[in-house]
């Protein structure tokens, strides 16, 4: 059950589920859109997130008359609803809204609260900030004897949305991109990215797993495009993770089976090498098969191979991170000639005499190659901040719609370069093969 909710004086016609936000007008008598019994009508209360209060009086009427007319559904929240109000069970949708707070002691009092009402649904919209309040909600939706339809808020709210139906809810909201009745609502386009309407309680489930850049990742579209294609029930979603351990124990406790496997981006490459006993960075993860593996590595060897890079070359690495480590691996044949740069100084030092590296000797020290295993050259990590070492060769990792700044300063002196779309390319290909793999013959 997916429901488009949109302002009250909008007009849409390809959705089946729609639910008309009347307290967007200024006067209910405005309402004039077509209804029937797929047409969810809520007037917000001004507590709960509404624009425009209603008494509820005038709330009472104006739903009877339309449930009346059209057979169709109501919203009325659940802590000012009176059973003496005597809306038809089939027609009433009891719901809670609190954008601050998820308390998760009293949502299973008002779903016991709704277990005891005369509603068809119970519909929750609270803020879902962190992997145990996934693993919170789920147990809430479970105590419930009522149809849920849930609205998750906050930073994880649209991967909450997307992953309804496996948590137990029977349905969800999306909104338009240019006139949204929540912040945190899916919209069509993002809906498509993720073939939404096919997931279900039996797709395996995938994505990449870092910062809050990880909505941006070039893999959301690449894999969740051949899923398609190839008609896997498998999706590939974004997944911010402030806690590894934290994101850790929610796989486990939600079914390891379920996940085919995790592109995963900064900071979380060494962190989970760490966890995992492992020595060398991590980019891919396959969470049931307990299998790890660091496609960077082979991205690299494609870059050095293809740019020509002889045992003579002198190569400067900026950074000191899980991709810098990888790079040092792969190019472990040139390691007397890598130099190292960065800004923080102890973390260099650090990185140098774990790997046995050199430092840059002078800022504007030359190199045949440059690898930029950091943010720079991109918003907001301008060069101009730093004083650019003369090069011939670059290896850009960071990808945007626009080209980096080091991109373009290779495009105007006519140098050799990977830029970051190129090099994720390549690990991408070694990492769908692995995906693939898994889903096909192991989950």
């Given amino acids: 059950m997916i429901i488009l909710s949109i302002p009250a004086n909008y007009a849409i016609s390809y959705s089946k589920w729609k639910e008309y936000r009347l307290d967007f007008l200024e006067f209910l008598e405005n309402f004039n859109k077509k209804v029937d019994q797929h047409t969810i009508l809520t007037i917000r209360n001004t507590k709960e997130g509404g624009l425009n209060h209603f008494n509820s009086q005038k709330k009472l009427n104006f739903y009877k008359k339309m449930i009346s007319t059209y057979n169709c559904l109501v919203d009325w929240e659940i802590e000012s609803y009176k059973t003496s109000y005597r809306i038809p069970f089939d027609n009433l949708i009891l719901s809670y809204h609190n954008f601050e707070n998820f308390d998760k002691d009293f949502l299973l009092h008002l779903a016991k609260k709704a277990n005891q009402l005369p509603c068809k649904y119970l519909k929750l919209a609270v803020p879902i900030e962190n992997y145990s309040d996934l693993t919170d909600i789920e147990y809430i939706f479970m105590q419930s004897n009522k149809k849920i339809l849930w609205a998750g808020l906050g930073k ?19 909104g338009l991109q240019n006139a949204p009745t929540s912040s945190s609502q899916l919209n069509f386009q993002e809906t498509r990215k993720y073939n939404f309407e096919t997931i279900n309680t039996n ?93 960077d590595i082979t991205a690299f060897q494609n870059s050095l191979e293809k740019m020509g890079i002889g045992m003579n070359s002198t190569i400067i690495v900026w950074g000191y991170g899980g991709a810098a480590t990888a790079f040092i691996v792969a190019a472990r044949k040139f390691k007397d000639n890598i130099y190292v740069d960065g800004r923080n100084q102890q973390k260099l030092r650090a990185f140098c005499k774990k790997y046995n590296l050199k430092k840059v000797r002078e800022k504007n020290q030359d190199c045949s190659l440059l690898v930029n295993c950091t943010p720079l050259g991109t918003k907001p990590y301008p060069l101009n901040t730093l004083k650019l070492p003369k090069f011939n060769k670059l290896i850009d ?47």
């Fill in 156 to 174: 994880l709210g649209k991967l909450s949305r997307i992953l309804h139906r496996n948590l137990g809810a029977t349905g969800t909201y999306l």
């Fill in 203 to 295: 797709t395996k489930i995938g994505g990449i797993i870092g910062g809050k850049n990880v909505k941006n990742s070039l893999g959301l579209e690449f894999y969740n495009n051949i899923f398609a294609k190839k008609q896997l029930n498998a999706v590939y979603l974004p997944f911010i993770v402030d806690s590894l351990p934290e994101f850790l124990k929610w796989l486990d406790s939600f079914g390891c089976d379920k996940f085919f496997g995790f592109s995963v981006t900064m900071p979380s490459k060494m962190e989970l090498a760490s966890y995992l006993n492992k020595k060398e960075p991590i980019n891919l993860y396959l969470p049931y098969s307990q299998l790890s593996y660091n496609t």
């Fill in 397 to 443: 990792l960071p990808y945007q719609n626009q080209d980096t700044d080091l991109v373009k300063l290779c495009r105007i002196k006519s140098l050799d370069f990977i830029s970051g779309k190129e090099f994720w390319h390549w690990q991408a290909k070694e990492q769908l093969q692995i995906f693939l793999n898994e889903i096909k013959n192991k989950i």
